[in-house]
């Protein structure tokens, strides 16, 4: 009877990973839309995002649901209740990444940008790195591939910083760096979200 209970339990525990990693999976997929609209920005027409951002949403939302009932279903105790408290955050965590990725693909296409700068691309790219690193450090419970998260989050800071510290030295803004200003705040917020699901590994399983 034990052996059964502990099975069911495991099984609803899987259940509730599985959808984090379909949540993660529209993630990725939302963050390689916004690399390819930053490498072509004609596409940004094309690319909306508002499809995978609703069902993120809907994702995170059942998530949360699903873990308040297993905690109200088992009773979890230690470090097991930890990691279900986890999954609600990492969850929402996930979806507010693919809500900025939105939001970049809507910023070019409102503003009509014709090219990106190196820099914003790189930005972006180490951003998604850490989204990966950190969701995989998370969900097979591994900290070392945690580490060096913090690291690539001060390099997106200070491409947003750099930005700022531009634009505040014109007059005069040109759309294109005020556009690139306002991207790199958001994948920035991409790149914080990734760092919060970083610590959330590496408070749980130090």
């Given at each position: 009877?034990?052996?059964?209970?502990?099975?069911?339990?495991?099984?609803?525990?899987?259940?509730?990973?599985?959808?984090?990693?379909?949540?993660?999976?529209?993630?990725?997929?939302?963050?390689?839309?916004?690399?390819?609209?930053?490498?072509?920005?004609?596409?940004?027409?094309?690319?909306?995002?508002?499809?995978?951002?609703?069902?993120?949403?809907?994702?995170?939302?059942?998530?949360?649901s699903e873990a308040l009932f297993f905690i109200a279903k088992w009773h979890p105790l230690g470090?097991?209740?930890?990691?279900?408290?986890?999954?609600?955050?990492?969850?929402?965590?996930?979806?507010?990444?693919v809500k900025y990725a939105y939001e970049i693909v809507l910023t070019i296409n409102m503003t009509?940008?014709?090219?990106?700068?190196?820099?914003?691309?790189?930005?972006?790219?180490?951003?998604?790195?850490?989204?990966?690193?950190?969701?995989?450090?998370?969900?097979?419970?591994?900290?070392?591939?945690?580490?060096?998260?913090?690291?690539?989050?001060?390099?997106?800071?200070?491409?947003?910083?750099?930005?700022?510290?531009?634009?505040?030295?014109?007059?005069?803004?040109?759309?294109?760096?005020?556009?690139?200003?306002?991207?790199?705040?958001?994948?920035?917020?991409?790149?914080?979200?990734?760092?919060?699901?970083?610590?959330?590994?590496?408070?749980?399983?130090?």
């Open positions: 009877m034990k052996e059964d209970y502990v099975a069911s339990r495991e099984e609803d525990l899987i259940h509730l990973e599985s959808m984090l990693q379909r949540l993660f999976k529209i993630t990725i997929e939302s963050l390689e839309i916004v690399e390819e609209t930053l490498k072509n920005p004609s596409l940004a027409a094309e690319n909306d995002l508002s499809a995978n951002a609703m069902l993120a949403e809907h994702l995170k939302d059942t998530i949360h470090r097991l209740l930890l990691y279900v408290e986890s999954i609600i955050k990492v969850s929402y965590d996930l979806f507010r990444i009509s940008l014709s090219n990106i700068d190196e820099h914003v691309l790189l930005a972006a790219e180490h951003a998604k790195e850490m989204v990966i690193r950190s969701f995989e450090a998370f969900l097979k419970r591994v900290k070392e591939k945690a580490k060096g998260i913090e690291e690539l989050d001060a390099k997106v800071d200070r491409e947003y910083r750099s930005c700022l510290s531009r634009i505040a030295s014109m007059d005069k803004v040109p759309k294109k760096d005020a556009a690139s200003c306002i991207i790199l705040r958001q994948i920035e917020r991409i790149a914080d979200h990734a760092t919060y699901i970083a610590r959330q590994t590496l408070r749980l399983f130090e």
